[in-house]
């Protein structure tokens, strides 16, 4: 994944600043939301899975997409012991859209731990 990531963002950054783009440069927008926000974040470590989360943030998400970003990015950091920034990102996302039951869990936590 993080190769096929690699590839598809160094073609997405040329063509996005090319004046006449590719006709699938939109697919490869799909992709590379798809291995950012769902494939990226099950299968690699928390720093790689963050940059990727990082990365499409940078991209035109739709509000769900931003949604799931943030949450995924909570989920991570929550993991990783950082609870001001798993706040901040579960702040971000509720403003969005409803949060899940497993992230009214996580806040919870967080709140509990300080």
Do not use: C, N, Q, W
């Not at 996005?16 to 699938?24: A, I, T, V, W």
């Not at 899975?49 to 995924?72: D, Y």
């Amino acid at each position: 994944y993080l190769k096929a990531a690699e590839a598809l963002h160094t073609f997405y950054s040329h063509e996005r600043l090319s004046k006449f783009p590719r006709h699938y440069l939109d697919e490869v927008v799909r992709l590379l939301k798809d291995l950012y926000l769902r494939k990226i974040p099950r299968s690699a470590g928390a720093e790689i899975a963050l940059e990727g989360l990082r990365e499409a943030g940078e991209m035109r998400l739709t509000r769900a997409e931003e949604g799931l970003r943030l949450r995924k990015m909570a989920e991570i950091y929550f993991r990783a012991g950082d609870m001001k920034e798993a706040r901040r990102a579960i702040d971000r996302a509720e403003k969005l859209l409803p949060l899940s039951k497993d992230m009214e869990r996580i806040r919870k936590r967080i709140d509990t731990a300080g």
